[in-house]
Structures are given as C-alpha cells and as structure tokens.
C-alpha cells in the first residue's frame, strides 16, 4: 500500500479546499484509512478516519460540520472535503492507512500509532 496526497494549498479564512489521496495496492475494503495534520510546533493529530467498511467515520471535534471524508473503491481515491477553514487548520497534513484491521472491519482508530502506512502530505495554509 502506498498513499499520495494531493490538492493542498493557501487559502483565505473562510474558503474551501478539497485535498485527495490516491492509493495504490489493495483495495481500499482491507484497511482503515484517514487523515490527520501536523501543525508546527504541535504534536500529529487526527482529522478524520474512516473504517475499511467505510460503515464508521470519525471526526475531530475541532473539525465536526467543517469537514468531510469520502472515498472513491473503485478509484482508490480518498478524500476530505475543509469547508470554512480557519488559521488554525493551517498544518501538514497526511493521509495514513491502518491495515490491521482486515477486510470490511467496522473498527476504526484516532490514534495515530495505529497507522502504519503514510503518505508524505500536503500543506494547507490559512490565511488572510
């Protein structure tokens, strides 16, 4: 499994972004897959994770009603959707894969030692 971000950027506060990652290998029915940002200084946290049911979607309170994660199976495309963003979304940000929790699990984590695939990430900046 190999995971590529793509679509960050500068962006006003207020505005949208949509980043997406593309993955490569086993279909996405086999792991748990989502995003989490690092800002400076901070330490990584998660965003938003998804199940490799797709069933089980969580959310960062910091995010709920801003944010969306979505995937594409058949593209292998996952993506999160920042609506009104602020400057405190500005972080890099990563989309990572859990692939221990097996085919079509409804168990999803936030926590970020569980993920053991990562992409390289992408930055988003949010400022006026």
């Known amino acids: 499994l190999q995971l590529v971000e793509s679509g960050g950027g500068l962006v006003q506060p207020g505005g949208s972004l949509r980043l997406s990652c593309a993955a490569s290998g086993d279909p996405m029915d086999y792991y748990a897959i989502g995003w989490f940002r690092q800002a400076p200084g901070k330490e990584r946290e998660a965003v938003s994770c998804?199940?490799?049911?797709?069933?089980?979607?969580k959310y960062a309170d910091s995010v709920k009603g801003r944010f969306t994660i979505s995937r594409d199976r058949a593209e292998k495309m996952l993506y999160l959707q920042m609506n009104n963003l602020k400057p405190e979304d500005t972080a890099i940000y990563y989309c990572?894969?859990?692939?221990?929790?097996?085919?079509?699990?409804?168990?999803?984590?936030?926590?970020?030692?569980?993920?053991?695939?990562w992409g390289q990430g992408s930055q988003v900046t949010v400022s006026s």
């Open positions: 998804m199940s490799s049911s797709a069933k089980i979607i």
């Open positions: 990572a894969g859990d692939t221990s929790t097996g085919y079509m699990s409804n168990y999803v984590s936030m926590n970020s030692g569980e993920y053991n695939i």
